[in-house]
């Protein structure tokens, strides 16, 4: 089992950037393929981008695609999410997840652990 730890979300101002970590302990987070997930406020969850358990492949939103970039680093179990040139519908609850079958799509019941969520508000 793991524990999921967002943070690093906050208030910016469109085209700012932001660096989203996302902190694992328990079982170590090499073992997982993780990835980042957004709701907004009245929307459904969305995937924004995940990465495998080596960092040697990663898939993007098409939102995202060319803004974010996702990383990790497992000796400090933590996954990032660069986030550049951000958006007002950008704005959303950032999770952070993970997922033990190798599976690094994009539907989020495929994920088995969750964060709780770390704010990103982007004002115009």
């Known amino acids: 089992q793991v524990q999921l730890v967002e943070s690093g979300g906050g208030l910016v101002q469109a085209g700012d950037s932001l660096r989203l970590s996302c902190a694992a302990s328990g079982r170590t ?51 990032y999410l660069q986030m550049n040139s951000l958006k007002p519908e950008d704005t959303a609850v950032y999770y952070c997840a993970a997922n033990s079958d190798g599976y690094v799509g994009f539907q989020p019941r495929r994920y088995i652990y969750w964060g709780q969520g770390t704010q990103v508000t982007v004002s115009s």
């Open 29 to 79: 987070s090499s073992s997982y393929t993780m990835g980042w997930f957004r709701q907004a406020p009245g929307q459904e969850r969305e995937f924004v981008a995940s990465i495998t358990r080596t960092g040697s492949s990663s898939n993007y939103a098409a939102s995202v695609k060319g803004r974010f970039t996702i990383s990790r680093d497992n000796a400090k179990n933590t996954v």
